[in-house]
Each structure stands twice: as structure tokens, then as C-alpha cells.
């Protein structure tokens, strides 16, 4: 499948994620359609250019209208999507998502799947603490990286199509993980700190904290302004890796305490030296 | 103590935060010494105009010539400092400091203190990843909060001084607290953080994570890249401080863990939900 500018794109659930890839492949000349069951999210969408066309319900005319179908949704209302919709779907259509996770979703998707359309999963490494439409922004891309997450069951074709969705949507790094590499990954880099930042901000109730405070504890809790729906459920669906990431944290951060209640100073700097020397794999 | 243009600075250490004061002070017109031990920051400050004069020996003229002195010193050089050198201090000098710990270092600098000269301590809430007055840059006290420390031997005027010193340089801030109330919250707001983000590097050695990452990680783990022998002392001098609130922060973190793992959902939306609450007081 190449990128023909007349191809047409629909997204399903035109949230932050869904909204900033209208943005941007509209501007790409894409035929850009999208569904949403919020009025106000296709209205604004409408409004501001930012689609062609939108729905708030499925409209089988649009959903067989489209090439490619890109999932904006929750994991399980996605999979409950697939399993309502799918016959409405054009032959030959290319299905991708912006899910995060991928284990508990991506087999089970592929395994209900008609076999004339194909599902190559992918998770663009983008967001804010803002929520919709309304927020959407394609800059955020690049600076992200973009992860394919292909199974067995994937054509090459569709692995290097969705390469090349993640170029196009101008992100600045394009990976290419298994599910289980990719739900190990993100339990630790995303949903664990995530749980730190939810987990700090419950260690106190001192409002007046905002007038002492230096950066470090406003960086290390930006992110616990937080869709508590969403993300309660992209942890259940990954509970094994996080739990693992969390455990794995609490040992590293207990043998710290350890060493601070020991008074082990050279025990103390070594572990910074080691976190110095490895945060800066990590520079810009 | 009136702020006059005439009155003549002397800092103790021309490092980040010993640069900064004097490119912001020696803007404003005062007169700006320096004495630091390395000769390539006395170099650099008189090259780039940070600075009227720089000494790399503790010069007594310098010192007695000063009508404030700001000490950016690590805390241990500190005291050692006043004990060797106090003798030099103009009669009725101001003293104050930039050191991120309290309790440990006022009451014993007050203690061995000539009565003829006052400390009143301070610490600007402000820093960077980088060291040296190389680095230093008076702009980071923009946004940053100020903090007045002082004790019951403090006058009155000392306090208000004090005050006007964090305004002058531009601070968005001025908050006043006791020795006692500073390092708990600087326990919190700052070690315990520096603590989380060294632990998280600690976890992992793989370094292709950079590919895969988003901003979250690289939020939580900025404060990473640390001076271990300034950090480790600051620690070691708020140690009971700090495992508190280490403590504290494992046992939150660890019900949190525990929810997931009993798959109580409804329990950690709950904290998610208090923890988008309260960062929201946190905004800039």
C-alpha cells in the first residue's frame, strides 16, 4: 500500500491523539472523516477545519469509504468496536490504533479480524495533561517517538506502511517492538512513572508547598494530572509488566534508604554517579 | 539595612548559584567581589563581567572591605569557613547563604557567630543541571521561589533584608520558614524527588529505551544528572528528615501497588482523581 493523497482516512474516537493526526493529514491533503460519539469534539473538529467530514455515530457509508481506519479508542471499547463494525469495512483496508497497550489488544483483535482487511497496531509516544479534540496538536510529534507493534501474523507491507505513518505524521523516531517488548517497555517508562507521580502528589495535602517548591517536584508530577479512566484501565491490561516495574522500583529505591539510614555516603554516590552517567543516553 | 547602591557584595563561592547573584547584583550597581578556589571561575567572571573583583585565596582585605557576604559554599565548607575566617568580617556585616539544608548548619553558624555581624539564612529554591558560575544565569530566579530561614537570634531588620534580597534579585516568591519547617519540606519537595529520579535510573540499563520513551520518563528523571558529593552531603544533614518522607512516599506507593494488584479499580481512580486535584495547585 503506498500513500496516495487520495486516499481516505477515517479516524474513529477524535480525541487528543485521534485530533492531532486529523490535524496533521489533513494538512497532508488526506480526505480526513472521523467518528465520535462527543457532538462537541466533531463539531469543534468541524469548525476548525480539522476534518472533512464527522459523525457522531457509526455511518457503515463512512467507515466503507475508508483506506485506512485509525483507532483513537479505549482498549476495550476498541475490541468491542471491532467485533459491532467490522463488516462495514472496505476490503483491502489498513486498521491501526494509538492504544498502550498492546498484549491484551492486539491478539485478540487480530484473531476476531475479517481476513480481508489487515491490523498492524502502533503506539505514538505523544500526549499532554489536556484531553480532546479541543487540545490536539500535531507538534507534539516532533520531538516523539513512534512504535509499530507487529505480530506474527503481519505482512511486511503492513510493518513498512505503518513506518511510514509514523514518518508522515512527522515523528521524530520510528521503533519497531514486539507486543510483549513493548508492554515491558512502556510498564516502565510511562505507567511507572506515572504511579510515582500519582503516588507523590498523595503524600501530602499542603497547599502551601507551590511556595517553596523548586522544578524538581513540579517535573516529577506534571503527569499526575491524570484521565483516571484511562489509565486505571491501560494498568489493569498491563498488571503483570507493571507490577514487575513497580516491585523492581521499590527494591532499587529501598536499597537507597538503606544506604542514607546507614549512613553509606560512598554507597549513596555511586548510585548517583551511575543515574548521571545513564540520564544522559537520555539528553536531547 | 537599606539596599545602597554603594554597599559592597562579597561571595563565598562563585559557583551556579554564587554567579548568578553576582551577574544579577552587579547589575543593579552594586559592587561585586568573589573569592573561589578555582582559578578558572575567578577567570571566567572577570572575563565575562560577572565580577568587580576575584580572589582565589581568602583574601582579609576582601572580606572586611564587604558589607554583605553571601556564602555559596557546601555546608560542612561553611562552617569551616566561618570558623577560620570570621575575624575578617566588616563590624556589622550581613551574612547570608544559598545552602540547601538548615537545621544542621544556622544553629551552629549562629553559635560561633561574632556578635558584631548577623546570619541570616536563606535558600533560593532555583538550580540547573549544570555546574559553575560558567553556567550561571540570573533568569532561573524568575520563576523560582525564595526562602527566608531564620531562627529566634535573628533581628527583625536581618529578616526584612533578607527579604528585599530575594526580591531584588528577581525571585517570583518570598516565602519565610523555621529551620525545622524548611527541611521537612525540603525533604519533600526536593530530596525525596532527587531520591525517586536516581532510583529510576537504577532500574534499568538498557539504554535503546531513549527510542521508545516519552516525556514522562525524561520529566521524572531530568533531576537525574546530580552532583553527587553536594547531594550525598545535603542527605547525609537532613537524614531523619528524609527517611521520613522516603517512608512516607513507600508506603502510598505501596498501597497503590497493592490495589493493582487486587485489581481494586475504583481505588486507584480515587487516587488518581486526588492527585489531578491537588497538582492542579501546583500550575505556574
Not at 493526526?21 to 476548525?48: M, P, T, W
Not at 517548591?213 to 506534571?222: A, E, V
Not at 529505591?253 to 545513564?278: H, I
Request: overall charge negative.
Amino acid at each position: 500500500m503506498k500513500w496516495i493523497s487520495e486516499e481516505s482516512i477515517l479516524i474513529v474516537g477524535l480525541g487528543l491523539l485521534g485530533g492531532s493526526y486529523a490535524r496533521a493529514l489533513k494538512r497532508l491533503g488526506f480526505h480526513v472523516a472521523a467518528i465520535d460519539i462527543d457532538a462537541d469534539s466533531i463539531a469543534f473538529a468541524q469548525e476548525n477545519d480539522i476534518i472533512d467530514e464527522g459523525y457522531t455515530t457509526v455511518e457503515p457509508a463512512a467507515v466503507s469509504a475508508a483506506d485506512v481506519v485509525i483507532f483513537g479508542l479505549y482498549p476495550t471499547v476498541f475490541k468491542q468496536w471491532i467485533e459491532s463494525y467490522q463488516q462495514h469495512f472496505k476490503p483491502g483496508a489498513m486498521i491501526t490504533d494509538v492504544t498502550g497497550v498492546k498484549s491484551c489488544v492486539v491478539y485478540d483483535i487480530q484473531a476476531i479480524l475479517r481476513d480481508d482487511v489487515e491490523f498492524i497496531a502502533a503506539h505514538p509516544m505523544a500526549g499532554k495533561e489536556t484531553f480532546g479534540v479541543q487540545n490536539s496538536d500535531e507538534r507534539m510529534f516532533r520531538d516523539a517517538n513512534y512504535i509499530v507493534v507487529p505480530t506474527e501474523k503481519n505482512t511486511p507491507e503492513a510493518i513498512e506502511w505503518c513506518r511510514s505513518l509514523g514518518m508522515i505524521l512527522g515523528f521524530n523516531h520510528i521503533a519497531v517492538l514486539s507486543p510483549e517488548e513493548h508492554d515491558q517497555m512502556i510498564g516502565f517508562v510511562s505507567q511507572l512513572t506515572h504511579v510515582i507521580a500519582v503516588s507523590l502528589m498523595g503524600c501530602s495535602d499542603n497547599r502551601d508547598l507551590v511556595n517553596y517548591t523548586g522544578d524538581s517536584f513540579r517535573d516529577l508530577t506534571r503527569i499526575a494530572r491524570i484521565n483516571d479512566k484511562m489509565w486505571s484501565e491501560l494498568f489493569m491490561m498491563n498488571r503483570e509488566q507493571l507490577l514487575a516495574q513497580m516491585d523492581r522500583f521499590m527494591e532499587v529505591f529501598g536499597s537507597f534508604r538503606n544506604m542514607l539510614a546507614a549512613g553509606d555516603v560512598e554507597g549513596m554516590r555511586a548510585a548517583m554517579r551511575l543515574s548521571t552517567e545513564r540520564r544522559a543516553w537520555f539528553d536531547k
